[in-house]
């Protein structure tokens, strides 16, 4: 079972950051910083994604307190 990650972990180190070394040559940079893009970006997105969760939640609950539901005229 061991082997199996460790050699899952070398063939991912292998050939999985080849994409990164493949964008960098073509565009003439780094794979480092291409890398670093990447990384950055999907820290990026994980903020907004989670601002855009916390903006829907405030929308929602205000929502409810503004609908709240109002009892008929024939209850009274």
């Keep these: 079972m061991l ?7 070398y063939y991912l180190e292998k050939r999985g950051f080849y994409v990164s ?3 960098a ?3 003439g940079m780094r794979a480092k910083s291409v890398r670093l893009f990447f ?3 999907s820290f990026a997105t994980l ?3 989670f601002a855009l969760y916390l903006t829907m ?3 929602l609950k205000l929502k409810d307190l503004v609908n709240t539901k109002r009892t008929s005229v024939f209850d009274l």
């Design 25 to 27: 040559d073509r565009l």
């Design 57 to 59: 939640a405030f929308l």
């Design 21 to 23: 070394s493949r964008l």
């Design 47 to 49: 903020g907004v994604g």
């Design 39 to 41: 990384i950055y970006v």
């Design 3 to 9: 082997q199996a990650v460790y050699s899952l972990r």
